[in-house]
């Protein structure tokens, strides 16, 4: 019965920047705030979540230039960072629009009178 979700183990190669940091992502990880209580880190009792031993390797997993995103499950995102924000439509690209045409031949005898 794991207390902070599922979980997954990776190799990553030894002199990669994750590889760097990689006892700071276990941290990171043993520190997630499990789903049914966000509001709380698994290990420190006293601490609201995110705690501070969560907050030190984040840190650490930030300077090492990772995304800390992407090491959090996407339901603490919003914990986290807040709501995230809806993504507004991207406004329509504007269409070049044709000029009326300047022909001379239509201007001399309008239909329109
Ligand atoms: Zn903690």
């Given amino acids: ?33 499990p789903q049914n209580e966000p509001w709380a880190c698994p290990l420190c009792c006293t601490e609201s979540w995110p705690c501070s031993r969560f907050n030190a390797a984040a840190r650490q997993v930030m300077t090492a230039g990772l995304q800390l995103r992407d090491w959090i499950p996407n339901d603490l995102h919003a914990r986290l960072w807040g709501k995230p924000k809806s993504r507004s439509p991207a406004p329509p690209a504007p269409r070049p629009q044709a000029g009326p045409r300047s022909d001379t031949w239509f201007d001399e005898e309008s239909p329109d009178g």
């Avoid at 794991?2 to 990171?28: C, F, K, M, N, P």
């Fill in 1 to 33: 019965m794991g207390r902070i979700g599922e979980v997954v183990a990776v190799i990553v190669a030894a002199d990669s920047a994750t590889a760097r940091v990689v006892e700071a992502i276990d941290e990171l990880t043993a520190h997630l705030s």
